[in-house]
């Protein structure tokens, strides 16, 4: 694979994950994400921008410096966003939506603006965006994530009607739960507000697989790689889980 990729959040998670599976498979790689410290920590000869996903002017910004530098851009991986409060509905709290809804289907939205120009000028590209199986089901406690999460799949399925004649292809990743420390917040919060333990959480995403456990970043970041190359080249407009098959949504452990 010789392509460019953009990966938002591609710093930490599954964004590096994401990365690194590209790097392997041949890509060059740019890598945007809000976390400074993060970004330090990348190897040095891949691209790295400080952005805000969420705010309009940030993004603009980085697709224009992508412009100068490589000219253009093969694929986009939308990976950036954020776990939201965890409340249940009546509970939740305005600021803590908006925010959720704004990194994760405003950012989603921003980065397909201003990639689509880019992509259909060369006739061909992929759109890779993250979603989850909470896009799938829903889940409570996480309304705003579960919401921002459906939103993004009718947002890639709309880039696909919009973009296919232009040779340009758009799917979705719907990662279930993934180990590290982003899923750990959301475990403790979850315990918090469910007033249950961490293990018990726990036990209650990995019993709701068929397959019984959390899958890896490397499982997502390995499915990306497959829709951003030839080999899934008439595959567009799709909703793919990496989960281990999840059969209940919301498991009582």
């Known amino acids: 694979m010789s392509a460019r990729v953009l990966i938002t959040a591609g710093?930490?998670?599954?964004?590096?994950?994401?990365?690194?599976?590209?790097?392997?498979?041949?890509?060059?790689?740019?890598?945007?994400d809000v976390d400074k410290a993060a970004l330090a920590a990348c190897p040095d000869h891949w691209r790295q921008s400080v952005v805000d996903v969420a705010d309009e002017a940030s993004v603009a910004a980085l697709f224009a410096e992508i412009e100068a530098d490589w000219g253009g851009l093969d694929t986009l991986?939308?990976?950036?966003?954020?776990?939201?409060?965890?409340?249940?509905?009546?509970?939740?709290?305005?600021d803590g939506w908006r925010a959720c809804i704004a990194v994760n289907l405003d950012g989603a939205f921003l980065?397909?603006?201003?990639?689509?120009p880019m992509l259909k000028r060369q006739g061909a590209g992929s759109i890779v965006i993250t979603s989850s199986t909470?896009?799938?089901?829903?889940?409570?406690?996480?309304?705003?994530?579960?919401?921002a999460k459906w939103g993004v799949i009718g947002l890639a399925k709309t880039l696909a009607m919009e973009l296919g004649p232009h040779g340009i292809r758009c799917n979705v990743i719907?990662?279930?739960?993934?180990?590290?420390p982003r899923m750990e917040g959301v475990l403790a919060r979850e315990a918090a507000a469910k007033g249950m333990t961490r293990d018990q959480v726990y036990a209650g995403y990995a019993s709701g697989t068929s397959m019984g456990r959390f899958v890896?970043?490397?499982?997502?970041?390995?499915?990306?790689?497959?829709?951003?190359s030839d080999a899934a080249r008439l595959v567009?407009?799709?909703?793919?889980?990496?989960?281990?098959h999840t059969v209940n949504p919301d498991p009582k452990v």
């Open 11 to 32: 710093a930490s998670g599954i964004g590096r994950a994401m990365a690194e599976a590209f790097e392997a498979a041949g890509a060059r790689i740019w890598v945007a």
């Open 77 to 94: 991986c939308s990976n950036a966003g954020i776990a939201g409060p965890t409340a249940l509905v009546e509970d939740m709290p305005l």
């Open 111 to 116: 980065c397909a603006k201003y990639a689509a």
């Open 134 to 147: 909470a896009g799938q089901y829903g889940y409570p406690h996480r309304a705003p994530y579960a919401a």
């Open 174 to 180: 719907c990662p279930g739960a993934v180990e590290g």
């Open 216 to 228: 890896e970043a490397s499982d997502i970041a390995n499915m990306a790689v497959f829709l951003g």
């Open 236 to 244: 567009s407009g799709q909703v793919i889980a990496v989960d281990g």
